[in-house]
Nanobody, 122 residues
Framework: HVQLVESGGGSVQAGGSLRLSCTAS????????FAWFHQAPGKEREGIAA???????SYADSVKGRFTISTDNAKNTVYLQMNTLKPEDTAMYYC?????????????????WGQGTQVTVS
């Protein structure tokens, strides 16, 4: 059984930065692909950044150049560094783990999800 726990959300002014963390336990961490999704009120959950087990990364156009996904295998943790935040980045952010080779933003392909962490940009 896989468990994902996110942290690092909060409130920040436009132009500011936050770093989200997702700590994983209960499985072979290195074998999985990871992604960050966000969901704003009334909207669908959408993928914004992903990192495959190979190390390959993908970003949604809306965050490209501003957000960076990375992993620390020693800590079983996936990070999302978010810079130059905009009000439209306001959403609940979810960490996901699964095996989705070649389909990094295929929501249904991710088997495990964290509880989410709120990011508010004003």
């Amino acid at each position: 059984h896989v468990q994902l726990v996110e942290s690092g959300g909060g409130s920040v002014q436009a132009g500011g930065s936050l770093r989200l963390s997702c700590t994983a336990s209960g499985y072979a961490y290195a074998a999985y692909d990871f992604a960050w999704f966000h969901q704003a009120p009334g909207k669908e959950r959408e993928g914004i950044a992903a990192i495959e087990s190979t190390g390959s990364t993908s970003y949604a156009d809306s965050v490209k150049g501003r957000f960076t996904i990375s992993t620390d295998n020693a800590k079983n943790t996936v990070y999302l560094q978010m810079n130059t935040l905009k009000p439209e980045d306001t959403a609940m952010y979810y960490c996901a783990a699964g095996r989705v080779p070649g389909a990094p933003f295929w929501r249904s392909g991710y088997s495990y999800w964290g509880q989410g962490t709120q990011v508010t940009v004003s």
